[in-house]
């Protein structure tokens, strides 16, 4: 799909997905938490492997675990995070690859 004359990856669709997703500011705010996963507590599994544990975004952002799940929601549909099950457990990393694709979209095409 051609926008302004170049070739971009993400859809509108997924853009507006994105801009609605980072449209509240602790879901935007999580986002730039997990751009270092060791500043969490420590986990059994390595944040850099698996991700941050559900719990521990759920004590920083300071919100209940039923906000902090549909927060992650939010951000997974919109393809901003990637979640790795871990036993009963949710753990949610960056998924580098769309924000460095809206990154791109933002600074080209927008």
Not at 49 to 75: D, P, W, Y
Not at 84 to 103: P, V
Request: positive net charge.
């Amino acid at each position: 799909f051609r926008y302004a004359g170049v070739m971009r990856d993400l859809s509108d669709d997924q853009l507006v997905s994105a801009f609605k997703a980072l449209g509240h500011p602790t879901r935007l705010a999580i986002l730039g938490w997990l751009k270092d996963g060791n500043s969490f507590p420590p986990q059994d599994r390595p944040a850099t492997e698996v991700g941050v544990c559900l719990k521990h975004i759920q004590a920083r952002a300071n919100v209940s675990q039923s906000t902090a799940s549909q927060f992650m929601a939010t951000l997974q549909r919109a393809d901003l995070v990637i979640c790795t099950r871990i036993g009963q457990f949710s753990h949610y990393r960056r998924n580098e690859r769309t924000i460095a694709k809206l990154g791109e979209a933002i600074g080209g095409d927008i």
